[in-house]
């Protein structure tokens, strides 16, 4: 059975940083392409950042670029989101997502999914 567990949300002021983390099992970890989506109130699930199975290439939304950094630790099975200066409008659950051999992350192609952790951004 196949699970990935995100961590690391809470409450941060504007300007400040969280690390989220997601922690898989039931699945050969190197063979994931894992990224990471998020969905503010009333918005659709969108896009944040993503890292890539083989060659550990990363891409970013364009919005979060040169602020967020995703990484893993194939060792742990782990995925992490370092996100530095938050704005409100980036209060969003943020899901953890895994899609296999994949060399694109998109949310109609992914695999699995986590249930999310809550980011608020106070302003």
């Known amino acids: 059975q196949v699970q990935l567990v995100e961590s690391g949300g809470g409450l941060v002021q504007a300007g400040g940083s969280l690390r989220l983390s997601c922690a898989a099992s039931?699945?050969?970890?190197?063979?994931?392409?894992m990224g990471w989506f998020r969905q503010g109130p009333e918005n659709e699930r969108e896009f944040v950042a993503a890292?890539?199975?083989?060659?550990?290439?990363?891409t970013y939304a364009d919005s979060v670029k040169g602020r967020f950094t995703i990484s893993k630790d194939n060792a742990k099975n782990t995925v992490y989101l370092q996100m530095n200066s938050l704005i409100p409008e980036e209060t969003a659950v943020y899901y953890c997502?895994?899609?296999?051999?994949?060399?694109?992350?998109?949310?109609?192609?992914?695999?699995?999914w986590g249930k999310g952790t809550l980011v608020t951004v106070s302003s």
């Open positions: 997502a895994a899609d296999r051999f994949t060399n694109t992350l998109t949310a109609a192609g992914v695999d699995y």
């Open positions: 039931g699945l050969t970890f190197s063979r994931y392409s």
């Open positions: 890292i890539f199975w083989g060659s550990s290439r990363t």
